[in-house]
T-cell receptor
Framework: GIQVEQSPPDLILQEGANSTLRCNFS?????LQWFHQNPWGQLINLFYIPSGTKQNGRLSATTVATERYSLLYISSSQTTDSGVYFC????????????FGQGTILTVHP | DTAVSQTPKYLVTQMGNDKSIKCEQNLGHDTMYWYKQDSKKFLKIMFSYNNKELIINETVPNRFSPKSPDKAHLNLHINSLELGDSAVYFC??????????????FGNGTRLTVT
């Protein structure tokens, strides 16, 4: 099945810093989503982005499907950005199944 | 007006018991899913139903039995609970299982602890 690899596994920032999270995947996809799991365990949909670029406030994401990667940018980070960021993909032949990466644990210090 | 809601939020039970987790979505989606998140935060699909029909059944012990009475509901029943079943279980839904524009929407999770 499709493989999903996220980097870095851990990231520690000071409030106000910018960061880039990366997601590599091993096959063509027709669905790619970025999620934030907050300290309370909720999975928050950040972006649905199988290709192209999207922005939402301080967050933006870019997926280059032909090169099989996606990037999540966080600008002017805040302590509330802390948590785990997951990339999840559905391969072209994966009927319904979303495969998750192992996540990036982000800690933002005040 | 929660889109995907699951109950209970927390479930603490003893080994050997049988328990159920319920999930409901009000998004009008055709497809629903159960995912399991282990202690290392890894999320993996367990089951998926499309229009009440089972379409994904990953390698899950047969003590786990999903049931979909209608498109808006997908419940998970677990028999003879074991310590290793302790995890967070997430329900999700999407418009369908294959379309390009069909993102998944997740519930808030049920934290199951087996003692």
């Amino acid at each position: 099945g499709i493989q999903v690899e996220q980097s870095p596994p851990d990231l520690i920032l000071q409030e106000g810093a910018n960061s880039t999270l990366r997601c590599n995947f091993s096959d063509s996809v027709n669905n790619l989503q970025w999620f934030h799991q907050n300290p309370w365990g909720q999975l928050i949909n950040l972006f649905y982005i199988p290709s192209g670029t999207k922005q939402n406030g301080r967050l933006s994401a870019t997926t280059v499907a032909t090169e099989r990667y996606s990037l999540l940018y966080i600008s002017s980070s805040q302590t509330t950005d802390s948590g785990v960021y997951f990339c999840a993909v559905r391969g072209g032949t994966s009927y319904g199944k979303l495969t998750f990466g192992q996540g990036t644990i982000l800690t933002v210090h005040p | 007006d929660t889109a995907v809601s699951q109950t209970p939020k927390y479930l603490v039970t003893q080994m050997g018991n049988d328990k159920s987790i319920k999930c409901e979505q009000n998004l009008g989606h055709d497809t629903m899913y159960w995912y399991k998140q282990d202690s290392k935060k890894f999320l993996k699909i367990m089951f998926s139903y499309n229009n009440k029909e089972l379409i994904i059944n990953e390698t899950v012990p047969n003590r786990f039995s999903p049931k979909s009475p209608d498109k808006a509901h997908l419940n998970l029943h677990i028999n003879s609970l074991e310590l290793g079943d302790s995890a967070v279980y997430f329900c999700a839904s999407s418009q369908d299982p294959v379309s390009y524009n069909s993102p998944l929407h997740f519930g808030n999770g049920t934290r199951l602890t087996v003692t």
